[in-house]
């Protein structure tokens, strides 16, 4: 039997989410107009019978018509139901489109990703991310931008980056961050150097007396140095990336600050000696960063999750 229903909650007003029916209900009811049931559309789209016969009557309370005739014979479209049923097909078509629009733009935002990263994290930490964002993303293509903390920054600000990582002493500004790791500071020197036959440690005060082997100003290797030796680093020479300061210490032209990370396998071969150092602090963090306010998505928040493993 039909119901009857008044119309005053049908009134025009307020938000359209309140007056029209959500998707469910609407492809509900395309259910019961296709398969003539009320029972066999709950079972296609998955819910109880009982479930199935509030959630029509909530559609025709909110609407103020009855949309459904019931009998033991099965369920029957009104007249309002017919039409409201030819309105609900647009509806559902126009959010089929919707969704094939959004899923469209994902797959294109999730077909590359852009990485720019301070020089060791590039050249001894980002290799393995990589190989392991490949085999959750293989379909991604991924470009690697290295350069210093200061470049990082600019390529992220100029949307030229959707991910970096830096490690210097404090974030660039308009930029969001989280540690991600821990690095090391130490002083090397070839073999050969008087430091690595000296018993005992080299102070703070004759590290900022040496010229040394040095990364550029704005490198994040730079910042901490410069930081815990209160801006006194003497430069011997200024050079831009971490593998030439490497090959001039191994040459034995001075001694070079220079991170754990990148030194191990020359420690490992007596190509280069660790000196001890007391008095300075040469501990850093290293950070995943990104603009203020737009944390990273798609591949880029898979990276971010696999830097922690």
């Known amino acids: 039997m039909s119901e009857g229903f008044a119309t005053d909650d049908a009134r025009p007003g307020g938000s359209l989410s309140h007056r029209v029916p959500d998707l469910g209900a609407l492809e509900l009811l395309l259910a019961v107009a296709r398969l003539g049931s009320l029972g066999a559309a709950a079972r296609e789209v998955g819910i109880t019978q009982p479930a199935a016969s509030s959630r029509i009557r909530s559609m025709e309370r909110q609407l103020g018509v009855a949309l459904v005739d019931r009998s033991p014979r099965g369920s029957r479209l009104t ?22 629009g959004a899923q469209a733009l994902r797959d294109r935002r999730d077909s590359r990703l852009r990485v720019a990263a301070s020089m060791t994290i590039a050249e001894y930490l980002l290799p393995g991310w990589l190989l392991a964002l490949r085999a959750e993303r293989p379909d991604t293509a991924v470009s690697l931008l290295a350069g210093n903390s200061a470049k990082v920054a ?10 970096g990582f830096v490690e210097g002493v404090a974030v660039p500004s308009g930029l969001d961050s989280t540690v991600i790791a821990h690095d090391r500071l130490i002083v090397v020197t070839a073999p050969a150097h008087p430091w690595a036959r000296r018993r005992r440690p080299v102070t703070a005060e ?17 910042q901490v140095l410069d930081t815990a030796l209160g801006g006194l680093a003497r430069p011997l020479i200024e050079l831009s990336s971490t593998t030439a300061v490497k090959a001039s210490a191994v040459s034995g032209a001075g001694p070079s600050v220079l991170s754990e990370l990148a030194v191990r396998e020359e420690l490992a ?10 008095g300075v602090a040469l501990h850093r963090d290293l950070r995943a960063v990104w603009p203020t306010g737009h944390r990273p998505t798609g591949p880029a928040r898979e990276l971010l999750s696999l830097t922690r493993g």
């Not at 039409?83 to 959010?95: G, S």
């Not at 390529?155 to 980056?161: G, K, N, P, S, V």
């Open 154 to 163: 600019e390529l992220l600000l100029a949307d030229e980056a959707d991910v």
């Open 269 to 278: 071969m007596r190509r280069l000696v660790s000196i001890p150092v007391e």
């Open 79 to 100: 007249d309002a139901g017919a039409l409201v049923t030819d309105w609900a097909r647009r509806v559902v078509e126009a959010a089929e489109a919707f969704d094939a």
């Open 206 to 222: 004759e590290l900022a007396a040496t010229p040394l082997i040095l990364r550029e100003r704005g490198s994040g290797t730079r």
